[in-house]
């Protein structure tokens, strides 16, 4: 496919790229709070006017945005009812045994989404294997919708017992308050999440009919927006776990929309480390608001399938990303201890850092650049914002140095190390703490502000290298411009692995794979091509932590059922530290990723680096590294780095969109793929 358009939404930034056979077209746009869509319409009209793009000739337009996630962050909901089996009222109130903070007496648990008031319980039962053992009746069911129809809600959550092993009740509910309150939406379990443990397919249903009214505005909204602009293509939105499913699809799938952009971006190191030779890396996508990462292995994103958000939790498929509250607009304060703290709380996009000169007053991340000299206040966004850097300068002097008592520059450096060391506990949860030792990665970073913490962070967490790809500072836009449509299923099984026959994995994915196919060729783009992908999820019996394994493709066998086998014992040791070669083995259940591969805008395999080549600086300016104090840094323009060329810092890379900040001691090269490779030189040893 030619002419594919990708834009992220971003807390702070919204970015633009269009994939065209005679090369990529790149926009960045501020971002719109108040009115998500219209960055999108703004960043449309910049392309029109800037570049002369004709939009009606678009193929495809994919997007990634934060309107689920901002939602659920700030709690602004609608009313939303939720409907249970008689006697388990109580299900999002009681929760689960896990605690938070296990030492913590004060720890308060979270808020149930929906109000215990606005939780029903109907008469009726289905038994764990499926069977009815109380009917549900016309009376129950017309009791129940007299009761919804007087608390005027937006959005009904059904969840009853077991309905992942027969959805007759659910569906029958479903109907039946559709016809009678035609406004409100409604969302059934068997569909949002149709697997065992009623609490978080009780929190992840009640989350998505929250969300869905919201996200169809949303989707309303910015479809008649980019319609009236001229957009004319199929248009997709990214899912938390890598995939696009069409606009329309979306209201009713909110659920799987939350960690939207930040899975672009995943998605985008995962095609590079693809076709590259850093298959193990470390994604570090660091924007405005937060910094997301995340870890690739063999060129593959770990997809988990139970997170919690909010101390909520959410039974969907998404990448696991860890998120840290640090970004470019982190605001830095002294708290009445006297310590020295950056975010969580950001700037945002409106006044955002004071630098911007929009009407911010704290200092925040980018202030402390600022201050350092690593960002050119005349060349920011290409020369179209201009920095204020003395103001940037006060705000660090009146909030951080002076109550620390510390020079302005050690407070503007201070600021960085703190977020650095936040940023660096994220990188090791993500592998250490997964049993990944970080010398065996590569760490990419992208996000506006990625490339400019990556050396520090990597050096706290003893990385391997440093890899920054082409077009960082918007490459999350590059993972949607290059996303396949997407859809997950998941059948409960429940069943000891050596108690089951290969022929019953077969009979347990020909209902799945029929209905995969069918929803592929009505929703993906002609030309696509369907790609299906098994994985088991396993325990011991009796016991609770699961391990997925990917199974084979075609039939199974029984040396398949083996290997199945072996390979969840080996990964049970690797994840959990611990197995059993002789326990019991239980298959919980089995789950299809259905793709529909668009192929395009993929990256091509890198050509071998040339020799290196010394490249001259661009040009000089004062920038203070903690090493080095103030000194004559030289500074590179990217767009003017050919594979082969070399450096050493301290240097400053620059590009439109993001800037690569290079610490001394560092040695970097671009390889044939046009990736900034950066390596720390090896200590000198004494004789």
Same mark, same amino acid.
């Given at each position: 496919?030619? $002419? ?76 939303? =009812? ?40 109907? &008469? ?31 959005? /009904? ?12 009740? !659910? ?23 149709? &697997? ?12 998505? =009919?929250?969300?869905?009214? #919201?996200?169809?505005? %949303? ?16 248009? %997709? ?42 298959? $193990? ?32 939790? #959410? ?40 630098? %911007? ?52 520059? !050690? ?43 990556? #050396? ?21 836009? /590059? ?33 799945? $794979? ?49 290997? #199945? ?16 070669? !002789? ?53 590179? $323009? ?6 082969? =060329? ?42």
């Amino acid at each position: 496919m030619s $002419n594919v358009l990708g834009i992220d939404i971003g807390g702070t930034f919204t970015d633009l790229i269009l994939m065209r056979e005679d090369g990529a077209v790149v926009e960045k746009v501020p971002s719109t709070p108040a009115n998500p869509a219209q960055a999108i319409v703004n960043g449309l009209q910049v392309l029109k006017s800037r570049h002369g793009v004709d939009l009606s000739s678009l193929s495809l337009f994919c997007h990634g945005s934060t309107v689920a996630t901002n939602a659920l962050l700030e709690g602004k909901l609608p009313a939303t =009812a939720l409907v249970v089996t008689k006697g388990f009222r109580d299900v999002l109130e009681i929760g689960s045994m896990m605690r938070p903070s296990l030492f913590d007496l004060r720890a308060q648990k979270p808020v149930p989404i929906v109000r215990r008031e606005l939780v029903f319980e109907v &008469e009726e039962r289905i038994g764990r294997a499926g069977d009815i053992d109380t009917p549900l009746t016309k009376e129950a069911i017309d009791a129940l919708i007299e009761k919804l129809r007087s608390v005027s809600v937006r959005s /009904v959550a059904i969840c009853l017992l077991f309905s992942f092993r027969n959805d007759r009740h !659910e569906r029958v509910l479903a109907k039946a308050i559709r016809a009678a309150l035609p406004d409100v939406s409604v969302m059934v379990s068997a569909d949002v999440a149709p &697997e065992i443990n009623e609490y978080p397919r009780a929190s992840t249903t009640a989350i998505s =009919a929250t969300l869905e009214p #919201l996200v169809a505005r %949303y989707i309303e909204e910015m479809s008649r927006g980019v319609v009236a602009e001229g957009l004319t293509a199929p248009v %997709y939105v990214m899912q938390s776990s890598g995939g696009v499913m069409t606009a329309e699809e979306t209201a009713a799938n909110a659920h799987r929309m939350i960690l939207s952009g930040p899975a672009a971006g995943v998605l985008a190191a995962q095609r590079l480390a693809e076709a590259t030779p850093y298959a $193990n890396m470390i994604t570090f996508d660091m924007g405005g608001t937060s910094t997301d990462i995340c870890l690739i292995k063999d060129a593959r994103a770990e997809l988990e399938r139970e997170s919690v958000f909010e101390g909520r939790p #959410l039974r969907v498929p998404q990448f696991a990303i860890h998120t840290i509250g640090a970004g470019g607009g982190s605001i830095a304060r002294v708290d009445a201890a006297g310590m020295l703290k950056v975010g969580p709380e950001s700037s945002g996009a409106i006044p955002g850092p004071v630098c %911007y000169g929009r009407g911010g007053t704290q200092p925040t991340v980018t202030d402390a650049h600022a201050v350092l000299g690593r960002i050119d206040p005349s060349s920011f966004l290409g020369g179209e914002m201009t920095l204020d850097v003395a103001a940037a300068r006060r705000a660090v002097d009146e909030h951080v140095a002076k109550p620390l008592g510390l020079g302005i520059e !050690e407070a503007a450096q201070g600021i960085l190390d703190i977020a650095d060391a936040a940023m660096a506990r994220g990188v090791r949860v993500v592998s250490v703490n997964k049993g990944h030792d970080p010398r065996d990665f590569s760490l990419m970073p992208f996000g506006g502000a990625g490339a400019m913490h990556a #050396l520090t962070v990597g050096a706290l967490v003893e990385v391997g290298r440093v890899v920054v790809p082409q077009r960082a500072g918007i490459f999350s836009a /590059v993972g949607l411009a290059s996303s396949d449509v997407k859809y997950d299923f998941i059948r409960v099984v429940e069943k000891p692995l050596d108690a089951m026959r290969p022929t019953e994995f077969d009979d347990v994915y020909a209902p799945m $794979n029929a209905q995969a196919v069918d929803r592929l060729n009505r929703r993906m783009p002609s030309g696509a091509t369907i790609d299906l992908v098994k994985t088991a999820q396993l325990r011991y019996m009796r016991q609770d932590n699961k391990v997925e394994i990917r199974l084979p493709t075609g039939e199974f066998s029984a040396e398949a059922l083996d290997r #199945l086998a072996a390979d969840f014992h080996d990964a049970h040791l690797f994840q959990f530290g611990h197995n059993n070669p !002789e326990g019991r083995i239980e298959v919980v259940s089995l789950s299809l990723e259905a793709f529909g591969r668009m192929g395009h805008a993929r990256a091509e395999p890198i050509g071998p680096t040339p020799a290196r080549q010394p490249t001259e600086a661009q040009s000089f300016r004062r920038v203070y590294f903690k090493e080095t104090g103030w000194s004559e840094v030289a500074v590179y $323009n990217r767009s003017e780095f050919r594979p082969g =060329a070399s450096f050493e810092g301290p240097a400053i890379i620059e590009e439109r969109e993001a800037t690569v900040i290079v610490t001394p001691g560092v040695a970097g090269h671009v390889d044939g793929g046009g990736n900034i490779v950066l390596e720390r030189a090896p200590a000198k040893v004494e004789a």
